[in-house]
């Protein structure tokens, strides 16, 4: 038997805010950890050190507008990638705002090292620009002896201006900073990104290249975990254990990109044809939970299995949604009504290049895909069939 597939939807992390130049913005939730914090230690701690004379619901006011301007001078500095990698012929899928920062979403990767260079270089140049800009503006607004006044006493200085210079010499010195620690040697950090467009550059060879940046992002993170323990021994914590955290970050980032760029080159001039599941079963809607799990799923090794009702296909069931569903209540439910409807489920075509597989599994909910010739269902891909393939075809 096989089902009916409809069209594939898009999977992705976060709440969608719109689309802007033809790129969507996501949100992770993550975001929203990080802009409570910022906005916290600005109106808690910053302003109040600044303005002690200021009223509570000002600094809670300053400090939420700065933090939400602040985001968006994030978004800007994504942007700027984005803009640039269009510019140059690259297809974008998103840009997501998270914990750190932001992400812009190549769906194709630069051909030349010369495009990486572009493309890495725009955002750090964007947050330069935030950054100069935020500050002249806030020139104009004082007078002609602040600069003086703050190299002679900073709190007096800083005590002495209004909201929106306040907010002004916030932003921009924290623009500035963004551009300096994105532009740190460490992949993928775009500074990383730059070095690995230098060294593709002199090697002619993207892999070597991307090797080499993802050792020097490794190195720059034991650096950071370093200079954070030394922080927390001298007293330090709280600023010791954002960089113990942002280390670990970038270690791990650096390890999953560098993984990521060598499966991409193990897949390269592969399809999806040749690493899917083709040996899968239908499981019959009208079955109910009780029969099927002991009549069949457990005398069969598969753990995804596609649904009909009726000789449509309806949706899948895995091992996990039968395991959450109480004993009691299995003799009573159908598999149909237990399954996961079409509309969460990724659907792919057969012929999906190598190195897009990485990326739709990684999108996919549940960790599989449904593959698809002619609109049929033709075969199952979980990331064990990957790690599979990869074990017999890569040393």
Known sequence: MNGNAPQRRQAAGGVGLGRLFGIEIRLHFSVLLIFGLVAWSLAAHTFPGWHPD???????????????????????????????????????DRITLFLFGGMAELKTQPKTAGVEFMVAIAGPLMSVAIG???IGLAALLVDGGFAGRLAENPEAAMASLGPLPTLLLWLGPINLFLAAFNMMPGFPLDGGRVLRAILWA???DMQKATRWAAYSG???????????????FFGGFINGLWLLFIGWFLFSAARAAQAES????????????????TGFEFADGNDDV????????????????????????????????????????????RLARLAKPLHEVDFVEHNLPGPEILKRLAESDYGVVLVVKDNQIIGLLRQSDVVRWLTIHTA
């Open 54 to 92: 200021w009223s509570p619901a000002l600094h809670w006011g300053l400090g939420l507008a700065t933090a939400l301007l602040f985001f968006v001078s994030l978004l800007a500095h994504e942007f700027a990638h984005s803009l640039v990698a269009k510019w140059k012929g690259l297809q974008i």
């Open 132 to 134: 100069l800009g935020a």
């Open 202 to 204: 002199i090697s002619g």
């Open 218 to 232: 490794r190195v720059v993170a034991f650096m950071l975990m370093g200079l954070g323990g030394l922080e927390i």
């Open 262 to 277: 060598e499966l991409r080159a193990s897949l390269q001039g592969h399809r999806l044809s040749e690493l899917m599941d």
């Open 290 to 333: 009780e029969s099927f799990a002991r009549e069949r799923l457990m005398h069969r090794s598969q753990a995804v299995w596609p649904v009909l009702e009726n000789g449509q296909l309806v949706g899948i069931v895995t091992i996990d949604d039968i395991a959450q569903l109480p004993p009691e209540a299995r003799p009573h439910t």
